[in-house]
């Protein structure tokens, strides 16, 4: 008998020990695990449907009031600017661009402040772009439109010749927030998206969240990721709906953090027609499609900027455009041309 | 504290470090899954981490959407639109590729557990 106790007392409490020792790491580990993975954000995303494309939301916080909070904002200011700037329909108790298009008597008409800075904007923008940046070709736009959604022919030289008036001196707007309508018919699509971009990049700024990657169309703007680190950002191939264009052999990925990428191009909205592509971005001076490059992308601070900036360099040659992006110090361009190559401003290099 | 003692420690330990391996590598699940969207909300949520080929129907605004998968890719079959962009995209299987329907208000994206190479596409 006391031998069998002198063997309990020696062995099992040092089993016992043992087995304490052993629980406790495996709790220590499986701690620590839970730690680190509470402090990694969680990610929230959201897909919205305004201004004619999907806009794909992605935040990430470890509050999720804050994150649905501030989805909601992102959405309601998407929203407001979809309606201001929808050409296509009207609603209820505002002076959008359809019912400025659809007056056609000579009055001034009210507007939203919002549609009113917008508007200002793009008419100083018709004199940055030396009249390449037109939003007043609303006529040829729905001279195209119409055929576009046919899918068949194209617009007579007569018919084209016939539209006229496209002038900004016909967008006059006044101190008091009202536009002169009877002679204008408008097109913000080569705006809109980017001036409600802006908004959102303002109004995240202004609550101090960083982390943050939306996509809206033609424009991504990009915060920082769940690690405080750059996103990975893909230019799409005009040519293969599911690719990313090609520098040479090797695929262009942007690294990027707070900036926004934007590409115009002539492959979101197109028909094709006896072999030829015809896209949805109008030259105003030769009323077709322009046709100087497959799509161009620029990095900027600003989305505003950045969709002005992307619709007029693709209205004008790639030499043309890296001549004209000089005057803008901090913004990178892509040119992808119509040989496939991938043509650069000298600071892209920073971004590969 | 003898030799033996020393030798149980150390083969615990091992036993310890081998068990959290087994933990992190089961816990690290790779699932990925098509989630389709009708006029923003979710309608169906299709698990692709299996190869099986299944064929869905969801309702689109213009009318039934019919979706392949296959391989653990998918794509848009059959729509009624004007342009058939979706139906012509073809499949798709990385998180930040996406089919978008708008005359039928029909989005399919992919989420995946696995990190990708890229987080977004300027399209």
């Known amino acids: ?352 | 504290m003898n030799k033996s003692d020393i030798k149980l420690i150390i083969i615990i330990l091992i036993i310890a470090i081998i068990v959290l391996f087994v933990i992190a590598i089961i816990g690290n699940d790779t699932s990925k899954s098509a989630l389709v969207y009708y006029d923003n909300n979710l309608v169906l949520s299709i698990d692709l981490t299996d190869k099986s080929e299944q064929e869905y129907i969801v309702n689109g605004y213009n009318g039934p959407v019919k979706i392949i998968k296959k391989d653990g890719k998918i794509k848009v079959e059959e729509e009624d639109s004007p342009l058939h962009l979706c139906s012509r995209q073809g499949f798709i299987e990385k998180s930040y590729e996406s089919i978008v329907c708008l005359p039928n208000k029909i989005v399919i994206k992919i989420v995946s557990s696995k990190q990708e190479e890229l987080d977004t596409v300027v399209r």
């Open chain 1, 1 to 352: 008998m006391t031998k069998k106790r002198k063997f309990k007392k020696g062995v099992i409490p040092k089993l016992l020990i043992l087995l304490i020792i052993f629980i406790v790491i495996i709790l220590g580990v499986v701690f620590v695990i839970r730690k680190i993975n509470s402090l990694k954000l969680k990610e929230f995303t959201k897909t919205l449907n305004y201004m004619d494309t999907v806009i794909d939301i992605k935040l990430y916080s470890n509050n999720e009031n804050q994150a649905n909070t501030i989805i909601g904002e992102i959405e309601k200011i998407y929203k407001h600017y979809h309606e201001l700037t929808d050409r296509y329909n009207s609603y209820e108790g505002i002076n959008n661009v359809y019912t400025i298009n659809h007056t056609n008597d000579a009055s001034k008409l009210k507007i939203d402040q919002d549609l009113y800075n917008i508007l200002d904007y793009s008419v100083n923008w018709y004199y940055k772009s030396n009249g390449l940046f037109n939003i007043n070709i609303g006529l040829l736009t729905d001279l195209w439109k119409g055929y576009r959604d046919k899918k068949e022919g194209i617009p007579t030289d007569e018919e084209l010749f016939k539209i006229a008036g496209l002038d900004i001196k016909r967008v006059v707007l006044y101190d008091d927030n009202t536009i002169l309508t009877g002679d204008v018919n408008l097109d913000l699509g080569g705006i809109a998206k980017g001036y409600a971009t802006e908004v959102v990049h303002h109004y995240l700024q202004s609550i101090n969240f960083d982390h943050y990657l939306i996509n809206v169309g033609g424009t991504v703007l990009a915060g920082v990721n769940s690690d405080g680190g750059k996103y990975t950002v893909g230019i799409q191939d005009p040519d293969n709906a599911n690719g990313i264009i090609k520098d040479g052999k090797k695929e262009l990925k942007l690294n990027l953090s707070n900036c926004i990428v934007t590409s115009s191009g002539g492959y979101e909205r197109f028909y094709e027609y006896d072999g030829q592509r015809y896209h949805h971005i109008i030259d105003p001076n030769t009323k077709m499609p322009a046709n100087y490059m497959k799509s161009v992308s620029v990095i900027t601070n600003d989305a505003m900027l950045g969709d002005a900036l992307s619709t007029t360099l693709f209205l004008m040659s790639v030499e043309d455009g890296q001549e004209y992006i000089k005057q803008f110090p901090s913004v990178e361009a892509i040119w992808y041309t119509n040989d496939n190559k991938v043509v650069k401003s000298s600071g892209i290099k920073k971004y590969e």
